[in-house]
Nanobody, 121 residues
Framework: QVQLEESGGGLVQPGGSLSLSCAAS????????MGWYRQTPGKERDLVASITVGGSTNYADSVKGRFTISRDNVKNTVYLQMNSLKPEDTAVYYCAAGRGIVWKRNEYEYWGQGTQVTVSS
């Protein structure tokens, strides 16, 4: 089945930038929906941003204007450029992939292992 490999993450200062990437392997077909979710202890895993194979994007209100999601449909790779980072952006970030056009967390079939993003002075 499809496997998701994430890279990036780390420690950055408030106002800094960080870029995440996620490549889908073991797939011979383009995944229609790819996205990023994040989760902190004691909270649900919430949407950060998603993008369809056609380029339609969806962002959480808290990251609009600061984060940009993009993808390479040939490589089945999704990216998340994070700018103007805030301490409240600290979380484990998860890559997700859906075979079709999906909109909710429980509709994604594949998930990465997660990568830690910490925004702190």
């Amino acid at each position: 089945q499809v496997q998701l490999e994430e890279s990036g993450g780390g420690l950055v200062q408030p106002g800094g930038s960080l870029s995440l990437s996620c490549a889908a392997s073991r797939s011979f077909f383009t995944i229609q929906t790819m996205g990023w979710y994040r989760q902190t202890p004691g909270k649900e895993r919430d949407l950060v941003a998603s993008i369809t194979v056609g380029g339609s994007t969806n962002y959480a209100d808290s990251v609009k204007g600061r984060f940009t999601i993009s993808r390479d449909n040939v490589k089945n790779t999704v990216y998340l450029q994070m700018n103007s980072l805030k301490p409240e952006d600290t979380a484990v970030y998860y890559c997700a992939a859906g075979r079709g056009i999906v909109w909710k967390r429980n509709e994604y079939e594949y998930w990465g292992q997660g990568t830690q993003v910490t925004v702190s002075s």
